[in-house]
């Protein structure tokens, strides 16, 4: 007989889908974001989003950059209940100015949306993005947005996903037509035909057919489009993958969907069946075995840790996935690393930058606290027990600075800097082998902007960044290394805890280096 604690955590567990859409810029994120609120009735008006992206006013002095350049450096949790499920929504800024902060984020979700422009077929940030998904094995779940414009060939962009992404796909409905001859889709397990009218809301009119073959979809593609119809589908049925759900489930096979999200068009249909395919909250890894979410000692780990919300106060707000048991605000947990226990009374859920006092949170849930300094990247927190999560992967930095401090003076301010900011995740720091230099990887410039301004107005330091032209690390591990060899092609460095990493400038470069230290690992994540 299972408790009512149990049974409780069963039942929030099952209703749980959290999950973080990956896009390239432009792609349509907030605009389907958005969408899926309205759908959740968490906002009533479509553009409060996207009003907030632009409005949000300076929380801190360095959000400034942010408003200046009209982009979202933090990303944020949504949540909302939709036909009785509670979903949770990872946001991960999507300029081009992304951090390794966005990758992290995807560590604590339990699926992706893929969003693709159908003109532009997969960007370079999206196949980033889906190689730290792919890596998890996390199921992938695709949307093709601005079908309402001309876009490229349908079998062409799941080519492109198997040629460039690696993942086969299927498709779960068929345009018909596309750009101003877009009539709608064609939804393959329900046979039914979902036209598209074009003008926001009013949009979806469903007819339900016998299969494509039905004179009904003749009637409504028209004779030409329904042709086409026919034979694409006719391929799909007989060349295409079948939907296996385990493959979806391993991350091997992405369910596609084609839809138009700015006249939310295909973005029900979507919702409904990603919330039923979607994997509910999995248990995670841990140094006592995997914890199951249903049970009922409370656990958690911090996968993000974010500065200075409030520019009164050196206080940061450290993200919480509840991995396992129930939340209850107040509720005495053990800081494991740090060994004490802790009090976690000001807990607080997220909606787009508002910030509410949240009681109860469960497993899949994110929560915010407040953090007077004390949680890093990868902490966990649990109810009664020694247990730890696994690290959290520290990924390769894209761009790279040697530092100086302008004033020698300050050295200490700068060290207490650097350390708080490595601490948050946002800079990684790496020392010459020899003459100890300072060289800091971001993955995105604007981390870099963030870092001069925020060691001048938090700590008083004037640095200057020297950018290098390495593109890339690799962690090395090779007991029987000789640095000599990595002279010539790559500079080799340290990182925080005394590994070696080698940084190069190119592809080429690394080739190279691999082929002169056939002994050695090159890890794209630190060991
Ligand atoms: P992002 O968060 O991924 O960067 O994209 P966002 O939602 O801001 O959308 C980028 C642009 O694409 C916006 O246009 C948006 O209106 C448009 N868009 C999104 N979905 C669709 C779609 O289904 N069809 C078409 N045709 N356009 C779509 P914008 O002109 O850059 O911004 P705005 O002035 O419309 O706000």
Same mark, same amino acid.
């Given at each position: 007989?299972?408790?009512?604690?149990?049974?409780?955590?069963?039942?929030?567990?099952?209703?749980?889908?959290?999950?973080?859409?990956?896009?390239?810029? !432009?792609?349509?994120?907030?605009?389907?974001?958005?969408?899926?609120?309205?759908?959740?009735?968490?906002?009533?008006?479509?553009?409060?989003?996207?009003?907030?992206?632009?409005?949000?006013?300076?929380?801190?002095?360095?959000?400034?950059?942010?408003?200046?350049?009209?982009?979202?450096?933090?990303?944020?949790?949504?949540?909302?209940? *939709?036909?009785?499920?509670?979903?949770?929504?990872?946001?991960?800024?999507?300029?081009?100015?992304?951090?390794?902060?966005? *990758?992290?984020?995807?560590?604590?979700?339990?699926?992706?949306?893929?969003?693709?422009?159908?003109?532009?077929?997969?960007?370079?940030?999206?196949?980033?993005?889906?190689?730290?998904?792919?890596?998890?094995?996390?199921?992938?779940?695709?949307?093709?947005?601005?079908? %309402?414009?001309?876009?490229? !060939?349908?079998?062409?962009?799941?080519?492109?996903?198997?040629?460039?992404?690696?993942?086969?796909?299927?498709?779960?409905?068929?345009?018909?037509?596309?750009?101003?001859?877009?009539?709608?889709?064609?939804?393959?397990?329900?046979?039914?035909?979902?036209?598209?009218?074009?003008?926001?809301?009013?949009?979806?009119?469903?007819?339900?057919?016998?299969?494509?073959?039905?004179?009904?979809?003749?009637?409504?593609?028209?004779?030409?489009?329904?042709?086409?119809?026919?034979?694409?589908?006719?391929?799909?049925?007989?060349?295409?993958?079948?939907?296996?759900?385990?493959?979806?489930?391993?991350?091997?096979?992405?369910?596609?969907?084609?839809?138009?999200?700015?006249?939310?068009?295909?973005?029900?249909?979507?919702?409904?069946?990603?919330?039923?395919?979607?994997?509910?909250?999995?248990?995670?890894?841990?140094?006592?075995?995997?914890?199951?979410?249903?049970?009922?000692?409370?656990?958690?780990?911090?996968?993000?840790?974010?500065?200075?919300?409030?520019?009164?106060?050196?206080?940061?707000?450290?993200?919480?996935?509840?991995?396992?048991?129930?939340?209850?605000?107040?509720?005495?947990?053990?800081?494991?690393?740090?060994?004490?226990?802790?009090?976690?009374?000001?807990?607080?859920?997220?909606?787009?930058?508002?910030?509410?006092?949240?009681?109860?949170?469960?497993?899949?849930?994110?929560?915010?606290?407040?953090?007077?300094?004390?949680?890093?990247?990868?902490?966990?927190?649990?109810?009664?027990?020694?247990?730890?999560?696994?690290?959290?992967?520290?990924?390769?930095?894209?761009?790279?600075?040697?530092?100086?401090?302008?004033?020698?003076?300050?050295?200490?301010?700068?060290?207490?800097?650097? %350390?708080?900011?490595?601490?948050?995740?946002?800079?990684?720091?790496?020392?010459?082998?020899?003459?100890?230099?300072?060289?800091?990887?971001?993955?995105?410039?604007?981390?870099?902007?963030?870092?001069?301004?925020?060691?001048?107005?938090? *700590?008083?330091?004037?640095?200057?960044?020297?950018?290098?032209?390495?593109?890339?690390?690799?962690?090395?591990?090779?007991?029987?290394?000789?640095?000599?060899?990595?002279?010539?092609?790559?500079?080799?460095?340290?990182?925080?805890?005394?590994?070696?990493?080698?940084?190069?400038?190119?592809?080429?470069?690394?080739?190279?280096?691999?082929?002169?230290?056939?002994?050695?690992?090159?890890?794209?994540?630190?060991?």
């Amino acid at each position: 007989m299972s408790t009512s604690i149990e049974k409780e955590l069963q039942s929030e567990v099952d209703k749980r889908r959290t999950f973080a859409i990956i896009s390239h810029p !432009d792609a349509g994120k907030t605009t389907l974001t958005e969408k899926l609120l309205l759908f959740g009735g968490a906002i009533r008006l479509a553009g409060t989003v996207k009003g907030r992206k632009a409005s949000k006013h300076a929380t801190s002095d360095w959000m400034e950059i942010e408003k200046q350049r009209g982009i979202s450096v933090t990303s944020s949790v949504m949540q909302f209940d *939709y036909e009785g499920c509670r979903v949770n929504i990872l946001d991960t800024p999507g300029h081009q100015d992304f951090s390794e902060d966005t *990758y992290r984020t995807l560590t604590a979700a339990d699926s992706a949306v893929m969003l693709i422009d159908s003109a532009k077929g997969v960007e370079a940030q999206t196949k980033k993005l889906f190689q730290v998904c792919s890596k998890r094995g996390i199921p992938i779940f695709t949307f093709i947005n601005k079908m %309402d414009r001309e876009g490229r !060939d349908p079998f062409e962009l799941l080519e492109e996903l198997e040629e460039v992404l690696g993942i086969r796909s299927y498709p779960m409905n068929w345009p018909i037509g596309s750009g101003k001859q877009f009539n709608g889709v064609y939804d393959r397990a329900q046979t039914q035909v979902e036209l598209f009218q074009g003008d926001e809301h009013t949009n979806i009119s469903v007819r339900k057919v016998d299969g494509y073959e039905d004179p009904l979809v003749k009637e409504i593609a028209g004779e030409f489009l329904h042709k086409k119809l026919c034979e694409d589908l006719e391929l799909l049925d007989v060349a295409g993958d079948p939907l296996d759900m385990e493959k979806v489930l391993r991350g091997e096979l992405t369910p596609v969907f084609f839809g138009s999200a700015i006249n939310n068009f295909g973005v029900q249909t979507f919702l409904d069946n990603f919330l039923q395919m979607a994997p509910k909250p999995e248990p995670r890894n841990s140094s006592a075995g995997p914890i199951e979410p249903t049970e009922p000692k409370f656990s958690g780990y911090v996968f993000k840790i974010q500065a200075n919300m409030n520019p009164a106060h050196r206080d940061r707000i450290a993200f919480l996935r509840i991995v396992s048991g129930k939340f209850e605000r107040g509720m005495a947990v053990k800081h494991v690393r740090v060994g004490k226990e802790i009090k976690l009374s000001q807990p607080q859920q997220f909606l787009a930058q508002d910030r509410d006092i949240v009681e109860n949170a469960y497993p899949g849930d994110i929560i915010g606290l407040f953090d007077p300094g004390i949680f890093r990247i990868g902490d966990t927190l649990a109810q009664g027990r020694e247990l730890e999560f696994d690290e959290l992967p520290t990924f390769s930095p894209e761009l790279f600075s040697k530092v100086t401090v302008k004033n020698a003076l300050k050295h200490k301010q700068y060290q207490k800097g650097i %350390d708080q900011l490595t601490e948050e995740g946002t800079i990684q720091v790496f020392r010459t082998i020899g003459f100890e230099d300072t060289i800091l990887g971001v993955v995105g410039q604007l981390q870099f902007e963030v870092l001069e301004h925020r060691m001048r107005a938090e *700590y008083g330091v004037e640095i200057q960044l020297h950018r290098t032209n390495y593109q890339f690390a690799r962690w090395i591990v090779d007991d029987k290394i000789d640095p000599s060899k990595f002279r010539v092609n790559s500079q080799l460095v340290k990182d925080k805890k005394d590994n070696y990493v080698a940084l190069f400038e190119n592809e080429y470069a690394l080739r190279t280096s691999m082929e002169k230290n056939p002994t050695a690992k090159f890890l794209e994540t630190a060991p």
